[in-house]
């Protein structure tokens, strides 16, 4: 457990996270404004990050300045060309341990129509395996529609043995809260589709004090015309 632990408190070093993700074209190919991940990254101030999300085969293209940002490197994936409704591993935890993560995530897909043993197989053979090379893994829960209610998803999740989870950013403070007390666990907020600054700043604000610990922002962090002048505005609502 040490080597999670050293690992958890870099990325909480501040008490909360904030989190670039940058694995978005490994589901959807070329997104939009994010046509080479060293473009983007040669733009962006490291020091005002926690971590940021990469994938395996990006992780050789990382610019010198992020060699000493936490690096979460995404284990699974699925394309956006056909049902959501499955993932498959791209790469073993061992292996992203020799790349150099310093954390693992992947989805967990529960369903409401079957016994989801699928998911529990899962996630015992990435909890082993993070567990064998002392990195955290961060479980990842986002709501389609027809799936398990959030808040009871992520309290499997907790039961099942995460380190930590991102999901959806829920509805109201109220159900905020809520996911708190019922999965006692570290909670990092995805941003979903991009939302104006003003407005994100303030669900942000509103998501953290009703117990987030972070966000893990794509999108909303990557697809800015001032990409660190929104990240120092984001730090101000996220450290408080």
Same mark, same amino acid.
């Given at each position: ?86 993932? =498959?591993?791209?790469?073993? @935890? &061992?292996?992203?341990?020799?790349? $150099? /993560? %310093? ?95 003003? =407005?994100?700043?303030?669900? @942000? &604000?509103?998501?953290?004090?009703? $117990? /987030? %610990? ?27």
């Amino acid at each position: 457990m040490l080597g999670k632990t050293i690992r958890l408190n870099r990325i909480f070093k501040r008490d909360k996270a904030l989190v670039m993700a940058l694995d978005y074209g490994l589901f959807s190919g070329v997104p939009e404004n994010f046509v080479n991940l060293g473009a983007v990254l040669n733009r962006v101030n490291a020091d005002l990050l926690d971590g940021i999300v990469i994938t395996p085969g990006q992780l050789k293209n990382l610019p010198l300045q992020f060699h000493q940002t936490n690096l979460i490197v995404r284990v699974d994936a699925c394309t956006v060309f056909g049902e959501f409704n499955a993932t =498959e591993l791209i790469t073993a @935890v &061992e292996r992203a341990a020799r790349m $150099g /993560a %310093d954390a693992i995530l992947a989805f967990t897909l529960l369903h409401d129509k079957d016994s989801n043993l699928d998911f529990m197989k899962r996630m015992k053979l990435l909890n082993d395996a993070s567990e064998a090379v002392g990195l955290p893994f961060i479980a990842e829960y986002l709501p389609t529609g027809t799936d398990v209610k959030q808040r009871d998803a992520l309290r499997i999740i907790a039961e099942v043995g995460a380190d930590i989870i991102k999901t959806n950013i829920p509805k109201s403070t109220e159900e905020m809260q809520d996911l708190k007390a019922v999965s006692d666990l570290p909670i990092l907020l995805a941003g979903g589709s991009k939302v104006d600054d003003a =407005e994100m700043l303030v669900i @942000v &604000e509103s998501m953290m004090s009703a $117990g /987030a %610990d972070g966000v893990v922002f794509g999108r909303n962090a990557w697809n800015r015309e001032d990409i660190n002048g929104y990240l120092e505005k984001l730090s101000k609502v996220i450290y408080r």
